[in-house]
């Protein structure tokens, strides 16, 4: 079984608005990613985790905030989102970090739209 | 910086053809390959990876090829099918301080005419 879930599917906020990206895997990996894809653009990434703690992060603006409560469970808190932060997001899993382990396993997406 | 590119953004074949789709990369440290595909509407799904010390990995209708002297990593799917139309990626992995981190490279629109 390699399924990463996400939910919403879909997502449409305002400006003022704070919501939250939902992934989930029960595979047992314990490094999961979260990145974002611009239209027939390729994956960027945001965010790793690694054992629940937060490995990387390339550069993201604060108004995205990720969260690990548990090995199987990977948040993106949003808040004060602008127009250009709509993509769809994706959530991503691996056994681990290290060489050998490192394959990534991408879920659905959330679609999200800032009005 | 280091970058990730395909030579043909897009790539069109008839059922039953074999498809060829080539990715260049430059950043001479990375270690491990993967190609996905992406269906419209979808997550990238994995397809086959290689590593840096291999320069050949075969699936289901599916082989990979490494070239790490001239930096290139090709995705052949033999007896392409209406099904495999998407947009494929080729994405590297760097050792050291990028670990985990996968750069991805523009994508191929591949189109399968029945």
């Known amino acids: 079984d390699t399924e990463v879930t996400q939910t919403p599917k879909h997502l449409v906020m305002g400006m003022t608005n704070k919501k939250s990206l939902k992934c989930e895997q029960h595979?047992?990996?314990?490094?999961m990613y979260w990145y974002k894809q611009k239209a027939k653009k390729p994956p960027e990434l945001m965010f790793v985790?690694?054992?629940?703690?937060?490995?990387i992060n390339e550069s993201v603006p604060s108004r995205f905030s990720p969260e690990c409560p548990n090995s199987s469970l990977l948040n993106l808190h949003l808040h004060a989102l602008q127009p250009e932060d709509s993509a769809l997001y994706l959530c991503?899993?691996?056994?681990?970090?290290?060489?050998?382990?490192?394959?990534?396993?991408f879920g659905p997406g959330t679609r999200l739209l800032v009005l | 910086g280091e970058s990730v590119g395909l030579h043909l953004p897009t790539l069109s074949v008839q059922e039953g053809d074999n498809s060829i789709i080539n990715c260049a990369y430059s950043?001479?440290?990375?270690?491990?390959f993967i190609w996905y595909k992406q269906e419209s509407g979808k997550g990238p799904q994995f397809i086959i990876d290689?590593?840096?010390?291999?320069d050949k990995r075969q699936g289901q209708r599916v082989t990979v090829l490494l070239n790490k002297t001239v930096k290139h990593l090709s995705l052949q799917i033999a007896a392409t099918q209406p099904g495999d139309s998407a947009v494929y990626f080729c994405?590297?992995?760097?050792?050291?301080?990028?670990?985990?981190?996968?750069?991805f490279g523009q994508g191929t629109i591949l189109t399968v005419h029945p």
């Open positions: 950043n001479s440290a990375s270690d491990y």
């Open positions: 290689i590593r840096s010390n291999m």
């Open positions: 985790y690694s054992y629940e703690k937060l490995s």
């Open positions: 595979m047992g990996h314990r490094a």
């Open positions: 991503a899993s691996s056994q681990a970090l290290f060489r050998g382990l490192e394959t990534q396993y």
């Open positions: 994405a590297e992995k760097a050792g050291g301080t990028s670990y985990g981190k996968l750069t």
